[in-house]
């Protein structure tokens, strides 16, 4: 499991009355397998929250009126944050709050990617956490859930593709165009095709999975 789950000031508690505790991880970890190496996690996020049924019931809107919307939301519990920056953390637990101070939201779930620059002083990504949380209180005082996704760098399934050889052609004559391409412009190149990952799932095996959950 590529993904961990911090509860904060009783979440937990509020996602297993919901029942959603067991709908979180089955989320979480089709999330987690969807796109990991991939660098179109935007659009693949989107097409989870659809297929786990978080953008099908409630109001999305963060503020009415306002194009500004959860990622998903389920019997009031929201789901905000980016794989993008680790410090979009602050930006969902703000929007989570506005929910949370508006009668809208009874907990929040943030996103959060586990990766940081290698040199930061400031210790791992996960007591970043635990600091963060207890220093923006009572400002942030929402109940929520931090989910922290170790994903790998964007593209390096296609840097691992690049350079493995070929079994069948002599080594000699094998040519790489692409070894000196930066990960984040490879998909602008016409010759590589990225493939994206299947994010499609039979309502079935969903139900499935969901039930052993339970």
């Known amino acids: 499991m590529s993904y961990e789950l911090l509860h904060f000031r009783g979440s937990e508690k509020i996602l297993k009355e919901k029942n959603l505790d ?29 297929e786990m049924d978080w953008r099908a019931g409630e109001e999305l809107n963060i503020i009415p009126g306002r194009r500004y919307c959860y990622k998903g939301i389920k019997r009031r519990v929201a789901i905000d944050g980016t794989f993008s920056s680790y410090e979009f953390i602050q930006t ?3 929007r989570l709050q506005l929910g949370f101070d508006m009668k809208k939201l009874d907990a ?6 586990a990766q940081r620059i290698e040199k930061s002083p400031l210790g791992t990504t996960k007591e970043l956490i635990l ?16 989910a922290l996704f170790d994903l790998g760098k964007p593209g390096e399934y296609i840097e691992d593709a690049v350079k493995k050889p070929v079994d069948d052609a002599p080594i000699e004559t094998s040519v790489d165009n692409n070894a ?35």
Do not use: K, W
Request: hydrophobic share 40%; charged share 25%; no cysteine.
């Open 108 to 113: 929040g779930i943030v996103l959060v990617t």
């Open 22 to 50: 067991g709908d979180i991880h089955a989320t979480m970890e089709y999330l987690n397998d969807a796109i990991s190496g991939t660098a179109h996690r935007r659009e693949i996020l989107r097409m989870v929250m659809d």
């Open 92 to 94: 969902a637990l703000f």
């Open 131 to 146: 600091q963060e949380l207890e220093l923006l209180y009572p400002t942030i005082s929402l109940p929520v859930s931090i």
């Open 180 to 214: 000196d391409i930066p990960a984040d412009s490879v998909e602008e190149q016409d010759e590589v095709v990225i493939p994206l990952p299947s994010t499609r799932r039979s309502n079935r095996q969903r139900r499935q999975r969901l039930a052993v959950n339970h």
